[in-house]
Each structure stands twice: as structure tokens, then as C-alpha cells.
């Protein structure tokens, strides 16, 4: 992963600016994790939000958990797993399933990616 989108990725976390949601990548200003990751990038890929991923690109549909490829690439993430409590698990299940709060992801992503 590029460090320096790392490093804004986990201040945003951090930040409080973000309110936590879970399943969705955005869903009435909450976020998932890699929800927060996309709306950090999403100015410099000219992307913008939609509510219905049917709209036109270049766009990011809020109400997919599935981290965009165009972002995957750009950030150069090729996996969203990092180890937890011995196992191998994916930021979206932390986030969504764990209920992990966004400053614990934040030290996961800052220590693992």
C-alpha cells in the first residue's frame, strides 16, 4: 500500500470525522473502513458518491462493501486482510462483524498494510 495514503487513511480514521457504519462503504454519512479509504481518494480519481450504482461512472456506490478496484489500484491494496487474535481476517469483517471501532482498525491497517 502507498505509505503516504496509509498515513491519511489511518489520520482520517483516527480524526473523528467519520462516523462508523457497517456492511455499506457509505450509507447516511456513516462509513464502513474501506468507505473512509475511498472517500479520501475519491477527489484525486475524480470519482464522487451515488446513492444507485446504475448512475453513470465514474462513480463509487455507497452500498457496496467491496472496495472499488479503481481504488485498489490507485492505493496499490491488493488485499484488505491483516492478522487478528491469530487468524487472518478481512477489515471489512472487523469492521462489520467484530465491531472493531475505527481507532483499533486504524492501528491494525498502520502496523499491517
Same mark, same amino acid.
Given at each position: 500500500m502507498k505509505q503516504?495514503?496509509?498515513?491519511?487513511?489511518?489520520?482520517?480514521?483516527?480524526s473523528g470525522e467519520y462516523r462508523q457504519g457497517k456492511i455499506q462503504l457509505k450509507k447516511e454519512n456513516k462509513f464502513c473502513c474501506l468507505g473512509v479509504l475511498?472517500?479520501?481518494v475519491k477527489d484525486e480519481l475524480n470519482l464522487?458518491?451515488?446513492?444507485?450504482?446504475?448512475?453513470?461512472p465514474? /462513480?463509487?456506490?455507497?452500498? +457496496?462493501?467491496? !472496495?472499488?478496484?479503481?481504488?485498489?489500484?490507485y492505493v496499490e491494496l491488493a488485499d484488505t486482510?491483516?492478522?487478528y487474535q491469530g487468524e487472518r481476517?478481512?477489515?471489512?469483517?472487523?469492521?462489520? /462483524?467484530?465491531?472493531?471501532? +475505527?481507532?483499533? !482498525?486504524?492501528?491494525?491497517?498502520?502496523?499491517q498494510l
Open positions: 503516504e495514503i496509509k498515513k491519511r487513511w489511518v489520520a482520517a480514521l483516527r475511498c472517500d479520501i464522487s458518491w451515488v446513492t444507485h450504482p446504475n448512475m453513470s465514474p /462513480t463509487i456506490a455507497g452500498e +457496496f462493501l467491496v !472496495l472499488p478496484c479503481i481504488v485498489s489500484k486482510s491483516v492478522q481476517r478481512f477489515l471489512e469483517y472487523l469492521n462489520d /462483524t467484530e465491531n472493531l471501532p +475505527f481507532d483499533k !482498525l486504524a492501528l491494525l491497517i498502520e502496523e
